[in-house]
């Protein structure tokens, strides 16, 4: 079974960082394109990063540019996501997915999901 196992989550205040990881799917998977998304509390599921392999990164959230950065380890297949600055608005379950080929901007277009990791930020 293909996995992605997301960690780092957790609880900080307003200002503060957390650096969230996503190991896998393994090493046959290792040139698909991996993405960051979230979603909050009755709001749908939306996509904050994604990384090629070649680690062209994007940023689809106008609010993260600039305190989010994403991140890949090919070698570990793991992608990483650094949020710094947290404010409670981006207190979210955190989700990394994949998939082969390039950019995909939401979640219909991603094969394999983790389990999700809860961030909360507060005020």
């Known amino acids: 079974q293909v996995q992605l196992v997301e960690s780092g989550g957790g609880l900080v205040q307003t200002g503060g960082s957390l650096r969230l990881s996503c190991a896998g799917p393994?090493?046959?998977?290792?040139?698909?394109?991996k993405a960051w998304f979230r979603q909050a509390p009755g709001k749908e599921r939306e996509f904050v990063a994604g990384?090629?392999?070649?680690?062209?990164?994007?940023y689809d959230v106008d609010s993260v540019k600039g305190r989010f950065t994403i991140s890949r380890d090919n070698a570990k297949n793991t992608v990483y996501l650094q949020m710094n600055s947290l404010k409670p608005e981006d207190t979210a379950v955190y989700y990394c997915a994949a998939k082969p080929g390039g950019l995909g901007r939401t979640d219909r277009d991603y094969d394999y999901w983790g389990q999700g990791t809860q961030v909360t930020v507060s005020s």
């Open positions: 393994g090493r046959a998977f290792s040139t698909y394109y």
């Open positions: 990384i090629s392999w070649s680690h062209t990164s994007t």
